[in-house]
């Protein structure tokens, strides 16, 4: 049993947990993730590593809530267990050699692009940091991004803080002022991977895509994560999650991805009533 040694709401659909799980803290790199069962009678999900402690043997995961797994996970404290926490699983982030980057982040994509500027950042790169978000209530992680950033740009669409815009905005922005990146890493929603790899591609930036967003079973069983890379059929959980965003079918992985949202809210409506009746 993995116990929960820390639990952190980060906004009200998004929570920080820290797993004691000395072994796979020992191994975890940015990019990879792991895969849960909160009960024996549970769903396996998988979930990005948002940070690890070697020393304390502890894995952080950051999760959304959105189907019926991570409703029950988001109903269990501090000192509960989870029934199975298995990884690391993935291959991991390819960041050594890079000199000058520019990390950006989505919505709760940001808590898999921050283990990757983290790394970024020990190793002696540049790091600028784009993190966009909805609006003010949904940011997330912001303190230790700027604490690996050599500079950060706040995004909102509403503009409700930090700049009004998009990613894209920022990073154009950035591009204009005549800044020059090694490579680009984009985490987040599909569709704004997609509008971020369009923009490079006007510059000939490299730009590597995480493709955890479309992933459902982890282990490439399921072919939910199947996705085109390159003309070539490839699976996000075990060939990736990362990927030279140029070669990726963007409109294909949105159009899967979008398959499972009416049977996750049905799962996770189904679970909340179950909970409503026990509370009673």
Same mark, same amino acid.
């Given at each position: ?19 004691? #799980? ?17 009960? @024996?009678?549970? /769903? ?32 269990? @404290? ?10 690391? =699983? ?5 960041? @050594?050699?890079? %000199? ?5 982040? *989505?919505?709760? *994509?940001? #808590?898999? +692009? ?5 790394? =970024? $950042? ?14 003010? &209530? ?19 669409? &509403? /503009? ?18 005549? @800044? ?20 490079? %591609? ?17 282990? /490439? ?5 199947? =996705? ?11 060939? *990736? ?19 499972? %949202?009416?049977?996750?809210?049905? +799962? $996770?409506?189904?679970?909340? $009533? =179950? ?6």
């Amino acid at each position: 049993m993995y116990k929960i040694v820390k639990k952190q709401p980060l906004n009200p659909t998004v929570t920080l947990m820290e797993i004691d #799980a000395p072994l796979i803290a020992k191994k975890a790199e940015p990019g990879q993730f792991i895969i849960l069962r909160v009960d @024996e009678d549970g /769903g396996r999900i998988p979930l990005t590593v948002a940070d690890y402690g070697r020393e304390k043997g502890t894995v952080t995961i950051i999760f959304q809530i959105v189907g019926a797994t991570t409703e029950k996970l988001n109903h269990l @404290e501090e000192g509960d267990s989870l029934h199975d926490f298995v990884g690391p =699983l993935g291959v991991p982030s390819h960041v @050594e050699g890079l %000199k000058k980057v520019a990390v950006i982040g *989505g919505g709760v *994509g940001c #808590a898999i +692009a921050y283990p990757i500027a983290k790394k =970024l $950042h020990q190793l002696g790169a540049e790091v600028h940091s784009i993190v966009g978000f909805r609006n003010k &209530d949904l940011v997330i992680l912001e303190e230790q991004f700027r604490e690996v950033s050599d500079k950060l740009c706040m995004m909102t669409d &509403d /503009g409700s803080y930090g700049e009004k815009g998009l990613v894209t905005n920022a990073l154009q922005s950035l591009i204009d002022a005549g @800044e020059q990146y090694d490579e680009v890493i984009a985490i987040g929603p599909p569709i704004m991977m997609k509008f971020v790899v369009q923009l490079t %591609k006007k510059y000939n930036i490299k730009t590597v895509v995480s493709m955890n967003p479309i992933m459902i079973d982890g282990t /490439g069983m399921c072919g939910g994560c199947r =996705l085109t890379v390159g003309g070539k059929t490839k699976f996000a959980c075990v060939d *990736g999650p990362d990927f030279d965003g140029f070669e990726v079918d963007f409109d294909e992985a949105i159009a899967r991805s979008s398959m499972y %949202k009416p049977f996750e809210r049905h +799962a $996770h409506e189904e679970t909340c $009533h =179950l909970f409503e009746k026990e509370v009673r």
